[in-house]
């Protein structure tokens, strides 16, 4: 995929995974897993509960070594990167003490690092400004979330890993977050985040990487993942719709009927169309590609699951 994007640190890869493997005893949760993110880029990191993920991210933070494989961030090992500040994360949980204020949390993290950035401006950045002086046990989900954002900001990472980023946000405070993500990206920021909000990586990802069963099962740009997902939605309105007479057309994999509404998933979505015009009274018909939580589906689930 080509970047357009102004890169910080040249042409080194910001993050080189070479068949990465882990495994804990008889189970391996990442499996001879590869994958190269440019400087700049923006990526979905998405698959089902226990596909890998968490495990990856540990391994490019030094929190967790590899049982065979290696980890690069902009060419050196985990452990230098984040001594440096070129990788930050934004954890989904833990790391923060009730007692302390906004501030206070995050001078005491600047304090750990040799370089940051002044506090009130990460504090600006990631919108908590106004609440510098609230407790941290009286701030929100969201802006508890929001508090990790403005301690991973301090170092000026070159690499910023999120994980589950706007979880506890409202709907204005997931929109303000992702601008300023976008904007951080925009200077060559490298961003990987996991999220269990589709639309999210649909909107603002350049790339999607799925993962199943600690592998990659798909990388591309959303449009591309989606296209993966075999099939298109048709939708009509059709009262007192036959629904296993239009599931007996050819490349009909689903119907479902709702009130007066008739879904129909096919694989030849031109002849269920024109069935549905020429021998039903159907009206308002609409045909649409697959969505992202179509493809996520059919990639990261497997066959005996579908079929339970």
Request: glycine fraction near 10%; aromatic fraction near 4%; include cysteine.
């Amino acid at each position: 995929m080509e970047n357009t994007t102004l890169t910080r640190t040249g042409t080194t890869a910001a993050v080189r995974l070479t068949g990465l493997t882990k495994r804990f005893g008889s189970v391996t949760a990442v499996d001879d897993l590869s994958l190269t993110i440019e400087p700049g880029e923006v990526v979905a990191f998405l698959g089902p509960n226990g596909a890998g993920k968490t495990t990856t991210v540990d391994m490019m933070l030094g929190l967790a070594r590899p049982t065979a494989g290696s980890v690069e961030i902009y060419g050196r090992a985990p452990s230098v990167a984040v001594a440096e500040g070129r990788i930050a994360a934004v954890m989904q949980t833990g790391g923060l003490l009730k007692d302390l204020t906004v501030a206070e949390t995050v001078r005491m993290t600047g304090s750990l690092f040799g370089r940051t950035r002044p506090v009130n401006e990460v504090l600006t950045r990631a919108g908590i400004l106004d609440i510098a002086d609230r407790r941290v046990g009286k701030c929100s989900g969201g802006q508890q979330q929001r508090l990790r954002f403005a301690m991973a900001l301090l170092p000026d990472p070159d690499l910023m890993v999120l994980d589950e980023p706007t979880t506890g946000m409202d709907v204005e405070g997931r929109r303000e977050f992702w601008a300023a993500i976008r904007q951080d990206a925009a200077q060559g920021r490298t961003v990987l985040f996991a999220t269990h909000y589709l639309d999210e990586a649909d909107a603002y990802a350049d790339r999607i990487v799925l993962v199943r069963h600690g592998r990659v099962v798909a990388d591309g740009t959303a449009a591309s993942i989606k296209g993966l997902a075999t099939g298109r939605l048709v939708r009509a309105t059709l009262p007192g719709a036959d629904p296993v007479a239009l599931a007996a057309l050819p490349g009909v994999d689903q119907v479902e009927v709702r009130g007066d509404s008739v879904l129909v998933h096919a694989s030849d979505s031109d002849a269920v169309a024109r069935h549905l015009l020429t021998a039903t009274g159907a009206r308002d018909l609409e045909i649409t590609s697959r969505n992202l939580e179509d493809a996520f589906i059919a990639l990261t689930t497997d066959a005996t699951e579908e079929n339970k």
